[in-house]
């Protein structure tokens, strides 16, 4: 009994190993964390790929996103290497994204770092003519903008002390030796204009003094003059205000007198009608009265007939003479 729990114990025990080893083996051939990835290209003309081999790790920001998945060495462009990447789906490959070479300086073992430099938001997926997959253009890296920083120093300072060594050289020593003479001569003389100087900056100072105080009566009249214009301008105002109500008031009246002119002339030509008629009836009256008085005339213009009658002989009416 005892020795079959050893060999069952012992059959457990190496199972278990077989399945640690297997699950390591897994492990360490990356199976274990293979997600959805897409390949992308990138061809390195400046960098030094040192350290870079297959299976070497994709970053960014410092995170691995993928990894190396095959390089080539173009023997149509020398100095070019073609990598081509294996990155996880998930990972924002965007357009004018840059890749660059990163190396651990302890190990030597290199790395490849994606950076999206540009401000767009648009995926990369355009494949250029003649490729496969798109392409990630190559950057440049922190070290190599630090040499060519140490370089553009080396070549300034090159050039400072090529410039100092001919500021140095006999015939400009010999230039500034006689500027300083001249200099000095420059100053003595200098030292004997001062006094006079000081003279004209006093002559100076004391006529800035009066223009200014010139200025400071100036600028009081000006504003007296500016508030008696003021006074002028309010009261002008004030008067057009006046003239302006004078003429409304005017207009007013006006426009009374018109309508009362109107009315009164309506009125006298109604009388002169009224007028005309009284006097053609007057007259016509007049007319009928002298015509009247006329007959009356002529009959005592006969008194005889009057008293007596009609003369024997006056014939009747309707009477002939026999």
């Known amino acids: 009994m005892e020795?079959?729990?050893?060999?069952?114990?012992?059959?457990?025990?190496?199972?278990?190993?077989?399945l640690i080893l297997a699950g390591s083996l897994y492990w360490l051939s990356g199976a274990a964390d293979r997600l959805p990835t897409k390949r992308y290209?990138?061809?390195?003309?400046?960098?030094?790929?040192?350290?870079?081999?297959?299976?070497?790790?994709?970053?960014?920001?410092?995170?691995?996103v993928g990894r190396v998945e095959d390089y080539t060495i173009l023997p149509d462009r020398p100095g070019t290497v073609r990598v081509s990447l294996e990155v996880d789906r998930r990972t924002p490959v965007l357009e004018g994204i840059q890749a660059v070479i990163s190396r651990n300086l302890l190990t030597g073992l290199a790395a490849v770092e994606l950076?999206?430099?540009?401000?767009?938001?648009?995926?990369?997926?355009?494949?250029?003519?003649?490729?496969?997959?798109?392409v990630i253009q190559e950057g440049v890296a922190d070290l190599s903008r630090v040499a060519e920083l140490v370089e553009d120093l080396g070549r300034t300072g090159h050039e400072s002390?090529?410039?100092?060594?001919?500021?140095?050289?006999?015939?400009n020593q010999k230039a500034l030796a006689l500027t300083?003479?001249?200099l000095g001569a420059l100053t003595g003389e200098l030292r004997q204009t001062v006094p006079e100087v000081n003279a004209t900056l006093i002559s100076a100072r004391q006529a800035a003094e009066q223009l200014q105080s010139?200025?400071?009566?100036?600028?009081?009249?000006?504003?007296?003059g500016g508030a008696q214009?003021?006074?002028?301008?309010?009261s002008a105002e004030h008067t057009l205000a006046q003239a302006d109500a004078t003429l409304q008031t005017a207009r007013t009246s006006l426009g009374r007198m018109e309508q009362e002119l109107g009315g009164i002339a309506v009125s006298l030509r109604i009388g002169a009608d009224l007028a005309t008629q009284e006097?053609?009836?007057?007259?016509?009256?007049?007319?009928?009265?002298g015509e009247a008085l006329q007959a009356a005339g002529r009959e005592l213009a006969d008194p005889v007939r009057i008293l007596y009658g009609p003369l024997p002989e006056t014939l009747g009416p309707g009477e002939a003479r026999r």
């Open 279 to 289: 006097v053609e009836a007057t007259g016509q009256s007049l007319r009928q009265a």
């Open 41 to 64: 290209t990138v061809y390195f003309q400046t960098q030094s790929l040192e350290g870079l081999q297959i299976g070497s790790p994709v970053r960014m920001q410092g995170i691995k």
């Open 229 to 234: 214009l003021a006074r002028v301008a309010r």
């Open 214 to 224: 010139s200025a400071a009566e100036m600028g009081q009249v000006v504003r007296d």
């Open 3 to 18: 020795s079959e729990a050893r060999y069952v114990w012992v059959g457990a025990t190496v199972v278990a190993l077989f």
């Open 115 to 134: 950076t999206n430099t540009g401000s767009s938001r648009v995926p990369l997926m355009r494949v250029p003519e003649g490729e496969t997959n798109p």
């Open 180 to 182: 300083l003479r001249n």
């Open 161 to 171: 002390l090529k410039r100092l060594n001919t500021l140095l050289a006999d015939d």
